[in-house]
């Protein structure tokens, strides 16, 4: 690499964040692009180790290592230390076919699995990389990329999260027709409607859309097939499908209390919002925290994210509910470098909280009992208990037990489930006849290909919920299945194969 000693000399310098108690006040990034001469100091940072895991995306431990995509990285931080921006974009578009989404909204399992982060601060991976595609737009080097040639085949492709425009990205690029279908008035799937505006503000998702019509892909928004278009026309009309509808169906709780109005799916409650701050629909006061006392039931993104959106909405307070322990604040022996670090950090919506509150509104190791409510059916508050993580009498796995005597209610107006998504819906997959395992299609990782030849799955409603990285990964590997099965060969690329 060009500075040997860079990760010796260079220490890690962070993005600028705007400050919490004025970001609150609106619903825009939270964060900024690092300026050009930072991005060059830290991508000198990366050396050449020889042991990239950051490029090599896999799984250790259950949690995602390095980057699913094969991002080129070491190449790239190389590139723009040097200054040679528009060959790191070259570098980073040859793997990655979206990276403002994911040098915003990724978690970089790459920085985890970065070499120096073995005993500093990881290379700043994801602020070079939202760097790089930033000024490649900026500076006009992301231009319509037209074929020059239709093979005469048409795709479908279900769904317009990740997967699904990964997917027709690259099909469209080798010369097939790709049509895609979205329920929702926009494209973009959770991109649009599940990331808060903060996260990723929308006119980054629709400049991408807008480019990929450009061309020459064709988006049918409004439409949701298996009701407004049915599976067996979908078949008629293309040559093959592709079905990238997520994993929208969300883990209930189904406790006592569960029916009394004030309860709600954590996706519906961040659909709701961003829809009423893309101007889609009035503000929705069931679904609103203005005023409310608010209870987040999850550790994950997706609660991090219901924190962030009751802050802004005008919520009385906010508590986030987690069933695990607190996380340490250095790596663990058992949670070694490369795997994932599972230590603690304080989300943007938790930074916020903590500034407005005065204390850090999360709460470890309990478990929700019960909801209660008026005799009007309204929401008044939960019943929860204290629980331990403890190996069950076998010694094979942990479970949790009730702490004796932990008893405790809380005042609640609005109650969020932010505890993760069993699966996909089950009617379109019906209407298809597309085989299911344990909630999700039953495509093996690799082929795609579903139980219905000439139809296909990825992402999340193959994979179950996962990263967006993945989505990307997926929906690339696909597109690279698909090909091959329309004309018996491909040229599109692969991580799969070596």
């Not at 040639?149 to 425009?165: C, D, N």
């Not at 049915?230 to 569960?258: H, N, W, Y």
């Not at 795997?339 to 603690?344: C, R």
């Not at 500034?355 to 929860?384: M, P, S």
């Amino acid at each position: 690499m060009g500075k040997k000693t860079g990760f010796m000399e260079i220490n890690r310098e962070y993005v600028k964040e705007r400050d919490p108690k004025e970001r609150i006040e609106d619903w825009k990034e939270y964060k900024s692009r690092i300026p050009d001469d930072q991005a060059q100091r830290q991508g000198a940072r990366c050396m050449d180790c020889s042991i990239p895991y950051c490029s090599m995306g896999t799984t250790i431990d259950g949690s995602t290592t390095g980057c699913p995509v094969y991002n080129l990285i070491p190449e790239w931080n190389d590139l723009v230390y040097k200054g040679r921006w528009k060959d790191a974009l070259d570098r980073l578009l040859k793997t990655n076919n979206f990276p403002e989404f994911t040098g915003r909204v990724c978690p970089a399992p790459c920085e985890g699995s970065c070499t120096v982060a073995i005993s500093d601060d990881a290379v700043a991976i994801k602020d070079i990389e939202r760097s790089i595609i930033d000024k490649g737009f900026e500076m006009g080097w992301i231009q319509p990329r037209i074929p020059s040639s239709r093979t005469g085949k048409e795709v479908a492709i279900i769904g317009s999260g990740p997967a699904g425009l990964s997917a027709a990205d690259q099909l469209n690029q080798v010369g097939h027709q790709v049509t895609v279908f979205e329920k929702n008035s926009r494209a973009g799937g959770l991109l649009t409607y599940g990331i808060p505006n903060m996260k990723l503000e929308k006119h980054v998702v629709q400049r991408r859309i807008d480019l990929l019509e450009e061309e020459g892909i064709r988006f049918i928004l409004n439409t949701e097939v298996g009701k407004d278009i049915s599976a067996e026309e979908i078949e008629d009309q293309f040559d093959s499908v592709i079905v990238c509808t997520g994993a929208e169906k969300p883990f209930d709780l189904p406790i006592d209390g569960r029916d009394l109005k004030g309860v709600h799916f954590a996706m519906d409650y961040l659909t709701q919002s961003v829809k009423e701050t893309i101007g889609e629909s009035e503000t929705d006061e069931d679904l609103n925290a203005k005023g409310k006392n608010v209870i987040v039931i999850g550790s994950g993104d997706t609660g991090a994210d219901c924190v962030a959106t009751a802050i802004r909405q005008g919520a009385k307070s906010v508590t986030q509910f987690a069933r695990s322990l607190q996380f340490p604040f250095k790596r663990e022996n058992l949670n070694a470098w490369p795997a994932y670090p599972k230590v603690f950090t304080l989300e943007y919506g938790h930074e916020e909280a903590e500034k407005l509150y005065g204390k850090d509104i999360r709460e470890y190791q309990i478990q929700t009992r019960a909801f209660l409510g008026t005799e009007e059916g309204v929401l008044k508050g939960l019943y929860t208990e204290r629980a331990r993580k403890v190996r069950d009498e076998e010694r094979r796995i942990f479970v949790y037990e009730e702490v004796p005597d932990s008893g405790q209610e809380w005042e609640a107006d609005l109650v969020l489930l932010a505890i993760g998504f069993e699966g996909a819906e089950k009617n379109l997959l019906t209407q298809f006849g597309i085989q299911t395992d344990r909630g999700v299609i039953d495509a093996e990782y690799g082929r795609f290909e579903t139980s219905r030849e000439g139809i296909f799955a990825a992402g999340d409603a193959r994979r179950g919920q996962s990263l967006i990285v993945w989505a990307i990964n997926e929906g690339r590997e696909a597109a690279y299945q698909v090909d091959q099965y329309l004309m018996g060969k491909t040229v599109l690329p692969t991580v799969l194969t070596g």
